[in-house]
């Protein structure tokens, strides 16, 4: 099978998961005890019809498959119905600055974490036993075990309240105008800083430790002593021999933890008050927006099934073992 | 300085894999030398040893082993204390190649056949006069084992069949004309009849070009057909050396003896009674006191397991180091 044929049957696939996931996440949604009415008002205080209209006016007194069909109307057509809290469209507040914003922090923060695990992970192995070796394994371990939300209080608390280095919350300094884009981008990475490097300091330790673990299998393999024995310098060996063949199992383990990935944004951006999809889906949970909440469950759903996809394909062109089918 | 014209002499090498439960002795005070062209076999059970005696050649020893004492003459150059860069551009492949243990692994799984091959070329640049003539002598040596270079050059290895791995990799050994090829296990992995066909291909070329071999393994029958002397060796240590004959007509070692007898044979027709040797291999963290025989031995005495036997030699070159030898 080609990659066009593969290409073709995997959209196939995603459209099938997509409808799938959006009627699991329907149903979720309205398992959540009360809606959105329920707090809106206080029972008692408000006249016994407006709660009624209120419900009516969000549409909650359809009955369920009535709504479904809406909904699933809404999903396939990238509408999402208006949101309950902004009583504006869901997608228009979804993808006006918040996607950006999450992503602008996940990329960064995970291409880092990424990138640095590896090269760390790689050599430690490689100095198996050595100082370098032991100290990285006992940090990353550390690293590993913290709670994102406690890491990004504790940088909060050093960097912004006591030191004051960087910002407390948000994404750009409030009230501020921007004079040219440049002066606009040192604003918003002045903000990033800190909620980047909490997610890179805890993913680091995972990505560092996988690493480490495959690498030291890979070295152990025949064809690493034959390189060496080949005359061929240690470092072309590490990186070409051994790491090559390393990163295979974490291309696999980054493509899983794309899921994951996003969960962490909800934590993090929560803390660090930064304007994406994350905080977005903790406030919407809060006041069972379920139209934002949907919006945002079908992008985060999209991404992973895309990004899923995309790894698929990186690995079959890191490794010719691999064919599509 | 060693002064004699061996092309590989081993001294009193130790090499240990040190760890924090204990040193696993793998390699305890060997002494061993190749002669120019000749196929020298070293023997023993699994895990005695004998790879990491091939890796402390070309210092390739795996962590967390290292050499703890001991000499290793090549062409009576002391190759332990060579710098690590020399040691890779004039030794490393140049000098001693190496046959890793089993076919499928020793080839990089991402890399095609002609990047592995031309890997050993393009390292060695400054060592070579004729780069051009390598790539050339690539192709002849695939031919020469029996395959199509235009089909293997361009493959993955997993496109390859095992037998076909394993010429390239005796191929591959070939390259740089080395004088001394380590062949680890060559033919473990493969099919009773392509073993038949590698050794073949690994005799033949042993003449025509005149290299030296050291066969480490542990099929004896492999060692009868191309071996010109044998090494024996048990946990960690050489216990018997002799030419071929000697050592399948008269083994003077219980273990040695035990070995030849542990492997079925045709001949004159009917199939001997096989007698199994008892017991497991030592533990080499702790090794048994005296001989490290001892505890397996049909013929133990009370010094075996005070004392460590010294070598007798039987006749000229046949060497044992067994209590049983010695006059006293």
């Known amino acids: 099978m080609g990659l066009r044929e593969y290409t073709i049957r995997r959209v196939i696939e995603l459209i099938i998961s997509l409808f799938l996931f959006s009627t699991i996440s329907f149903i979720i949604f309205r398992m959540m005890p009360g809606d959105p009415s329920s707090l809106y008002l206080e029972e008692g205080i408000l006249e016994p019809g407006m709660r009624e209209a209120i419900r009516h006016m969000l549409g909650l007194d359809k009955p369920l498959w009535e709504q479904y069909l809406i909904y699933l109307k809404n999903t396939f057509t990238f509408t999402f119905g208006v949101s309950f809290l902004y009583n504006k469209p869901a997608i228009d507040i979804i993808l006006s600055r918040k996607l950006l914003n999450t992503l602008a922090l996940l990329l960064s923060s995970h291409g880092l974490a990424i990138v640095f695990g590896i090269l760390l992970g790689v050599w430690s192995a490689w100095r198996r036993g050595k100082v370098f070796d032991i100290s990285s394994m006992l940090a990353a371990f550390i690293l590993y075990s913290l709670p994102v939300f406690w890491v990004g209080i504790v940088m909060l608390l050093l960097f912004s309240v006591k030191l004051g280095l960087f910002p407390l919350a948000g994404t750009i300094t409030a009230g501020l105008t921007h004079e040219n884009i440049l002066q606009y981008m040192a604003d918003y990475l002045h903000h990033l800083i800190l909620p980047a490097t909490a997610i890179t300091l805890i993913r680091l330790g995972g990505d560092y430790l996988i690493t480490r673990n495959t690498m030291i299998t890979v070295i152990g393999e025949d064809y690493i002593k034959t390189a060496l024995a080949k005359g061929v310098p240690e470092k072309i060996v590490v990186w070409k021999h051994a790491a090559r063949n390393a990163v295979l199992p974490i291309v696999t383990w980054v493509g899983l933890e794309i899921a994951v990935i996003f969960s962490g944004a909800v934590l993090t951006e929560s803390v660090f008050s930064w304007d994406g999809i994350g905080k977005l889906i903790y406030d919407a949970a809060l006041w069972r927006d379920y139209p934002i909440l949907e919006a945002a469950f079908f992008i985060i759903i999209f991404v992973t099934l895309v990004a899923n996809f995309l790894t698929d394909l990186a690995y079959a062109a890191l490794d010719p073992r691999v064919k599509y089918d | ?328």
């Open chain 2, 1 to 328: 300085m060693n002064k004699n014209n061996k092309l590989l002499n081993i001294e009193d090498l130790r090499v240990y894999y040190v760890m924090s439960s204990g040193s696993v002795k793998a390699v305890d005070r060997v002494n061993l030398d190749i002669g120019k062209n000749e196929v020298v076999a070293l023997v023993g059970e699994s895990g005695c040893g004998k790879s990491t005696l091939a890796y402390s050649i070309l210092r390739i020893i795996p962590y967390p082993g290292r050499i703890i004492d001991g000499k290793i003459y090549f062409n009576n150059i002391d190759i332990t204390a060579l710098p690590e860069e020399e040691m890779r551009k004039k030794i490393r492949w140049r000098n001693i190649s190496m046959i890793f243990q089993g076919a499928m692994n020793s080839l990089n799984p991402v890399m095609k056949i002609k990047d592995q091959l031309m890997e050993a070329i393009i390292y060695h640049e400054d060592a070579i006069d004729d780069v051009e003539g390598a790539y050339l002598r690539a192709i002849d040596l695939i031919k020469r084992v029996g395959l199509d270079p235009s089909r293997v050059l361009e493959s993955y290895p997993h496109e390859l069949s095992g037998g076909m791995k394993q010429r390239v990799v005796i191929a591959m050994s070939l390259l740089l004309n080395p004088k001394l090829v380590i062949a680890d296990e060559p033919t473990t992995a493969l099919d009773v009849t392509t073993q038949a066909n590698i050794l073949e291909l690994l005799r033949d070329i042993q003449k025509e070009v005149g290299i030296s071999i050291l066969l480490i393994t542990h099929d004896l029958p492999v060692v009868a057909e191309i071996a010109d002397r044998v090494f024996v060796m048990y946990a960690g240590k050489i216990i018997e050396h002799a030419d071929i004959y000697s050592i399948f007509k008269e083994p003077q070692h219980p273990y040695t003896d035990g070995l030849i007898s542990s492997v079925p044979s045709l001949v004159e027709g009917k199939l001997k009674k096989l007698k199994i040797m008892k017991g497991e291999p030592p533990d080499l963290i702790n090794p048994p006191s005296g001989c490290r025989f001892h505890p397996r031995c049909p013929y133990k005495m009370d010094i075996c397991e005070k004392e460590e036997p010294p070598p007798v030699t039987i006749k000229e070159g046949h060497v044992v180091n067994c209590w049983l030898h010695v006059k006293r």
